[in-house]
């Protein structure tokens, strides 16, 4: 059980252009999603909390007119990447949870790539 | 003081021994725990997680809760090179949504 898809797994898109990236919750329903994203041998870094029905919550620095979050259901969470650039070229990676335990299931990543 | 430290290793081990990985964390971090490993290139996967003080045990990983002294361990016995891999120690910070990963160590078991 818990598990989370994503899709693409990876992605390359040309500078300029926009790129949405879905996480589903395939048997349980998430009460709040999460979005990572992860540089090269660096540390996760969260980007923003999404409950269904509710506007996302980003964090410090996360641009939330370039990272665009919506959360239409409890089993399924969009990110689009709006004008990407090169730096956005990273690995982004969603979770989620139910329930109040606090665990987080991840799903298995999108890889973008922006030339 | 950062909400959840680890040491950032390498921690290399043979083949078969205990690989032993630390967590610390701050007062804002105080009620659940938990163990993630990711491989390269891969997702962060749970493996452990933990609520109370004491050790908690599933199959050749057992985690450890020290509230008094803020820390929380992750032991794996018999190690494999399989388990070569970054582990990520995590807490809530406030609430059940709030989790806050450590940087993670990089555990290499070898042959």
């Known amino acids: 059980g818990a598990v989370v898809s994503q899709h693409p797994s990876w992605v390359i898109c040309k500078s300029g252009t926009s790129v949405k990236i879905e996480c589903r919750s395939l048997?349980?329903?998430?009460?709040?999603m999460f979005w990572y994203r992860q540089f090269p041998k660096q540390s996760l870094m969260l980007m923003a909390t999404?409950?269904?029905?509710?506007?996302?919550?980003?964090e410090q620095g996360v641009e939330k007119d370039k990272f665009l979050i919506n959360h239409a259901s409890l089993t399924l969470s969009t990110l689009t990447v709006t004008s990407a650039h090169p730096e956005d070229s990273s690995f982004y990676i969603c979770?989620?949870?139910?329930?109040?335990?606090?665990?987080?299931?991840f799903g298995p990543g999108t890889r973008l790539t922006v030339t | 003081q950062k909400e959840v430290e680890q040491n950032s290793g390498p921690l290399s081990v043979p083949e078969g021994a205990i690989a032993s990985l630390n967590c610390t964390y701050s007062?804002?971090?105080?009620?659940?725990f938990f163990w993630y490993r990711q491989y390269s290139g891969k997702s962060p996967e749970l493996i452990m997680s933990?609520?109370?003080?004491g050790d908690k045990e599933d199959g050749r990983f057992t985690a450890q809760l020290n509230k008094a002294s803020q820390y929380v361990s992750l032991l794996i016995r018999d190690s494999q090179p399989s388990d070569s891999a970054t582990y990520l120690c995590?807490?809530?910070?406030?609430?059940?949504?709030?989790?806050?990963f450590g940087t993670g160590t990089k555990l290499q078991v070898i042959p």
């Open positions: 979770s989620a949870i139910t329930g109040t335990s606090g665990e987080q299931y």
């Open positions: 048997d349980f329903q998430a009460t709040t």
């Open positions: 999404s409950n269904e029905g509710s506007k996302a919550t980003y």
């Open positions: 007062d804002r971090v105080s009620q659940s």
């Open positions: 933990i609520y109370s003080n």
């Open positions: 995590a807490g809530n910070s406030g609430g059940y949504q709030k989790v806050t």
